[in-house]
Structures are given as structure tokens and as C-alpha cells.
């Protein structure tokens, strides 16, 4: 009689065991690709019509201010717990079961908005409510991914699925607009609410099974069981350099991800005043769809080449922190539109390339608990990313004088010097730090702050997180 092998040799083999086959990944990817795309179309579908509903509740720029931010203060409060329940029941139940209450949410706004004359408290506490459950996607996406995808195939399923993001802002936004002039801003909460269930539909009908769903809701009522093979561990996670590394790297990542998304628009229309919208608005997020799909694809093409996943890791990240930083920095020195949507559209494009960087690097530095690690790590960014604009408002307010070029003397240093500090605080944080346990890859030391975090967020799984 052969003897049993280990419980962490046995936890290891069934996990491969789970993984997805290539037909279920390619099912999979196509429908987390659609759920990204719904969840960013439920996202922006307040900030589509809140022109139209401050018209219509006689909302000023204040109100409409306090109910477009409360999304955030809720999107940050669940990120820990979203991975921490992903890595317990598994993300495809969260996902599940968070998308289809943030649907009804979304569909149900402009009933809750005609509910009585406190419009303005009902459509704020929609938007927290919202943000909580859209908390806990990326977390659980993410926990759902370390555990079915192989490592190989990591980097391209998650920038297919984040390719989502981009793609979902854009549809809303010119499928939105038209909704807004021919019905009215209600259709638009309709559209994106009401397709997000039937996407919720098609999950629990065709993916998962009615039982797997109850007896996910069966945990959560009765708490999640912790066992000694799922007990996160919370001290060993947190004494480790590369959790921090990566915790400041995607706080680097979302700082500027948030700076360029809140002033861009700003910035093109106090510089360029007679430039087409259209243009500025679009172009950048159209070109980080490609970029996005064509990271994945490079990163995983180079792993199945035989180079070392670590190293490959390295480069997508020194290309979506480093270089993205390099034409953010030109974005500033220039006085061509052209060139300025060209800077604009490189910057944001590379930045897709921290879907193979960091994003995946998570799930390999800790498989069984990437849904927990990401969570905390996103919540630093989505926090860190939140007081850029009160920041950069008053300098934009600075407009006395005007540099030869013509453009205000605020906005042409304050995105890359932002920039800089926030890469640079990461970098001195995590590049003089001992080394861990886990034996860390060589390390690229380029001469600027923005491209030295990158490499130094990378680090090999160490043996006993397996």
C-alpha cells in the first residue's frame, strides 16, 4: 500500500487539478471580458448623466460633486474583504452574487432618485451602496484567476479581462450620450443595469451551478470557515519586502492612473481650448484596448519562450511604470496637439502593461491568498488615488500667468512632478530594503526613481507560501 502523500503536496495537486482547461479558459476569459465591460458601464453611467440630473434636481457643483465621489469611499472599504471571500468560496460565486445586486442597484436609480424630495441623500447612498459591491470585484477576479489559470496563461487572461475596463467606458460613453439626447437620462441607468443582469443570467445558467451558488450563500450566512490549509497568514504576508513592494508599486500605478483620468480632460481644455472633445476623450482609452490585449500576449508568448517568469515580469512593469512615466513627463513639454494625444495615448496604453506586471505578479508571489494580497494592495491605490484632485485643483485655479507656449503655468509641471514624487516614494520605500527570504531575481537599477520601483516589486514566490 503506497503511503499518502503530504497535505500541502496533495493542496498543490488538487489546485492544478482545478485549473481550467484551454476551451473553459477561452469561455471564461470572453465572459469576465464582458462582466469588466458591464462593470464600468454601471460605473459611468452617473457621471454620463449627472449634467442632466443636476438639471433636473437643481443640483450645483458641489452636490453633484459629493454624489459622483461617495462611488469611491465605498469602492474602498470592501477590496479586502471581496479577496478574502474569493479565496475562501471562490471569486466566480462573489463576482457572481455582487454583480447581480449592483445590477438592480443600477437599474433601479431612477426610481430611487423620484422616491421623495431627499433625492439628493437617496442617490448618494445608491452610489456607496454601488461602490461597495463593485469593491469586491477585481479582488475576487483576481483570487479566481491565480487559482484556475496557469501561470503561462496568466498575463494575457488578465489584460483580456482588464481590456474590459476601457472598453466599457468608451461604449457607455457614446452609447450613453445617444441614450441621453433620444430618452432621457433614465434609459442610460436601464441599458447598463439591465444588461448586467442578463449577463448575471447567463453566468448562473451556463457556468455555474444553482447548488455551488447555495452553498456560497450558505457560508456567508454562516460565516467563512477557516481551516488550517485556508487560514491566511496575516503575519508571515506582511513581514515579507516584496508585499510591500508590490503594495507601493500599485499605488504608484494607481496615482498616476487617477491623475491622468481626473485632469486629462482638463488639461487638453485650458491648453488646446479649440480642440475637438472627441478627440482627447477618446483616443487615449481606444489605443490601451490593443496595448492591453497585446501586454498579455507578449508577456505569456516570452514565458512559453523560456524566459523566467520573474524577468518577464520585470519588463511589463518597468514598461507600465517606467516608459509610461517617460511620455507622461513630455506630455508636459510640449506645445502640439498632436503630439500632445500622441504622449497622452502612449502613456495611458503602457500603463495597461501592469495587467503582465504587478496585477499578475500578485498571483504568483501568493496563489492562495492573491485575492486578499490584491485587495489590500488595491485599496492603498484606490485610497492614494482619491486626493490627487483636491490636490491639483488649486493649482489649476493659478492662471495670472502663461508660459511663452500659451498654456497656463500650473498645468504644464504638475502632472509629471506628481508623477515623479509618487514613483519615487514607492522606489525609496522598497529599493534599500533587506532582502526576503524568498531569493529575488536580479534586480535592474535604472537611473530614474519611476523605472527603479519596477523591478523591485517583482520577487519569486518563496517555498513555504506555495
Not at 7 to 26: L, Y
Not at 48 to 70: H, P, R, T, Y
Request: net charge positive.
Amino acid at each position: 500500500m503506497q503511503p499518502l502523500p503530504p497535505p500541502e503536496e496533495a493542496h498543490r495537486d488538487g489546485a492544478e487539478d482545478s485549473q481550467w482547461s484551454r476551451p473553459e479558459c477561452q469561455v471564461w476569459t470572453g465572459t469576465l471580458l464582458l462582466g469588466t465591460c458591464l462593470l464600468y458601464s454601471a460605473r459611468v453611467s452617473m457621471p454620463v448623466c449627472a449634467v442632466s440630473m443636476s438639471q433636473d434636481f437643481g443640483w450645483n457643483k458641489k452636490e453633484a460633486g459629493i454624489v459622483l465621489s461617495s462611488f469611491f469611499w465605498g469602492y474602498c472599504l470592501t477590496q479586502v474583504v471581496g479577496g478574502h471571500l474569493g479565496d475562501r468560496i471562490g471569486g466566480e460565486k462573489v463576482i457572481l452574487l455582487s454583480a447581480s445586486a449592483w445590477g438592480v442597484i443600477t437599474a433601479a436609480t431612477p426610481l430611487l432618485a423620484r422616491l421623495g424630495s431627499a433625492h439628493l441623500v437617496f442617490m448618494t447612498f445608491s452610489r456607496i451602496l454601488t461602490g461597495l459591491l463593485q469593491g469586491v470585484y477585481f479582488p475576487a477576479l483576481t483570487s479566481l484567476l491565480s487559482q484556475k489559470v496557469r501561470e503561462s496563461e496568466r498575463a494575457f487572461t488578465y489584460s483580456a479581462v482588464g481590456a474590459g475596463s476601457q472598453f466599457g467606458t468608451l461604449v457607455t460613453g457614446a452609447v450613453g450620450s445617444l441614450l441621453l439626447d433620444w430618452c432621457g437620462w433614465p434609459s442610460v441607468f436601464y441599458f447598463s443595469g439591465g444588461l448586467t443582469l442578463l449577463w448575471v443570467c447567463y453566468v448562473d445558467r451556463y457556468l455555474l451551478s444553482e447548488k455551488d451558488l447555495i452553498l456560497a450563500l450558505g457560508v456567508l450566512a454562516q460565516g467563512v470557515p477557516v481551516s488550517r490549509h485556508t487560514k491566511v497568514p496575516w503575519r508571515q504576508l506582511f513581514r515579507k519586502p516584496s508585499v510591500w513592494a508590490a503594495i507601493f508599486s500599485q499605488l504608484s500605478s494607481a496615482c498616476s492612473f487617477f491623475i491622468l483620468l481626473s485632469w486629462l480632460p482638463t488639461f487638453f481644455e485650458e491648453t488646446f481650448p479649440s480642440s475637438k472633445g472627441w478627440v482627447f476623450n477618446v483616443v487615449p482609452w481606444l489605443v490601451a484596448i490593443p496595448a492591453s490585449l497585446f501586454s498579455g500576449f507578449l508577456s505569456d508568448h516570452l514565458i512559453n519562450q523560456g524566459y523566467r517568469t520573474i524577468a518577464v515580469r520585470k519588463f511589463m512593469q518597468v514598461m507600465g511604470l517606467g516608459l509610461s512615466s517617460v511620455f507622461a513627463l513630455c506630455l508636459g513639454h510640449t506645445s502640439s496637439f498632436c503630439k500632445s494625444v500622441v504622449f497622452a495615448s502612449a502613456s495611458i496604453g503602457l500603463q495597461t502593461f501592469n495587467h503582465s506586471g504587478i496585477s499578475v505578479n500578485i498571483q504568483d508571489l501568493a496563489p492562495s491568498c492573491a485575492g486578499f494580497l490584491f485587495g489590500v494592495a488595491n485599496t492603498a491605490g484606490a485610497l492614494a488615488g482619491r486626493p490627487w484632485p483636491p490636490v491639483l485643483e488649486p493649482h489649476h485655479q493659478l492662471r495670472s500667468s502663461a508660459l511663452p507656449s500659451g498654456r497656463p503655468r500650473s498645468t504644464r509641471p504638475v502632472y509629471p512632478r506628481l508623477l515623479q514624487v509618487s514613483w519615487a516614494c514607492a522606489w525609496g520605500a522598497t529599493s534599500s530594503r533587506p532582502r526576503a527570504p524568498g531569493r529575488p531575481c536580479s534586480t535592474w537599477w535604472l537611473p530614474s526613481a519611476a523605472w527603479g520601483c519596477a523591478p523591485s516589486c517583482c520577487w519569486e514566490r518563496p517555498s513555504e507560501w506555495t
